[in-house]
Every structure is written in structure tokens, then in C-alpha cells.
């Protein structure tokens, strides 16, 4: 079993930072890969990134590999999602997920935190 939590959620002008974090617990943390997914209201839930127990990162578009950085710590059992340049379509619920596979599908991820609202404002 795995338990997540998110944190670091906000309100932010447009253009602003924020640094998500999601603790686990479980001492198997780093052999999951970590993903991060988002979900605007009347969307579907949207893989944002994930990283590997190796630590090396893949993310959903260009767009977002060139603002959204994901890193991870081991030792602390947080994987970290740092957003720079945010626009207002990156409004959304954030949610870690946790899975012992590999996948840009919600379906694949077998632990979820409860999410952490980001709102971005003009």
C-alpha cells in the first residue's frame, strides 16, 4: 500500500511559479514510478509527467517539458512537480499517482492522492 498527499497548490497571477509536492508513504517508494496528472472541470484527467525510480522524467507535451520540471527524492519519499511560466490553462486539480508499471494513462496508476487545486488568474 502507498498513501499519497499533495500539497503546494494556490492561486497564482499568470506567469508566476509554483512548486507542487506529493509524500509518500511506504518504504518501497522509490521503486514506483511517479506520475503527475491534472484535471480542469468537464475534462478528463490529463497526464502532466512522470518520473521513474531512476529519476529520469517524461513529459506530456513540449509545452509542458519546457515549463513543468518533476523531480524526485528518495530519501524524503516526495516526488516534486515545479511549474514556471504558469498560464491560465494550467487551472486545474493536480494529483500525484503511483504505479509499480510504467504509463501516461490514469488507469495504469494504482495510487492516488486527493489532488491540490492550482488556479491561475489574469
Known amino acids: 500500500q502507498v498513501q499519497l498527499v499533495e500539497s503546494g497548490g494556490g492561486l497564482v497571477q499568470a506567469g508566476a511559479s509554483l512548486r507542487l509536492s506529493c509524500a509518500a508513504s511506504?518504504?518501497?517508494?522509490?521503486?514506483?514510478?511517479m506520475g503527475w496528472f491534472r484535471q480542469a472541470p468537464g475534462k478528463e484527467r490529463e497526464f502532466v509527467g512522470a518520473?521513474?525510480?531512476?529519476?529520469?522524467?517524461?513529459y506530456n507535451t513540449n509545452s509542458m517539458k519546457g515549463r513543468f520540471t518533476i523531480s524526485r527524492d528518495n530519501a524524503k519519499n516526495t516526488v516534486y512537480l515545479q511549474m514556471d511560466s504558469l498560464k491560465l490553462e494550467d487551472t486545474a486539480v493536480y494529483y500525484c499517482?503511483?504505479?509499480?508499471?510504467?504509463?501516461?494513462?490514469?488507469?495504469?496508476?494504482?495510487?492516488w492522492g486527493q489532488g491540490t487545486q492550482v488556479t491561475v488568474s489574469s
Open positions: 518520473i521513474r525510480w531512476t529519476g529520469v522524467p517524461t
Open positions: 499517482g503511483a504505479t509499480l508499471g510504467w504509463g501516461t494513462e490514469a488507469l495504469g496508476y494504482q495510487y
Open positions: 511506504g518504504r518501497t517508494f522509490s521503486t514506483y514510478t
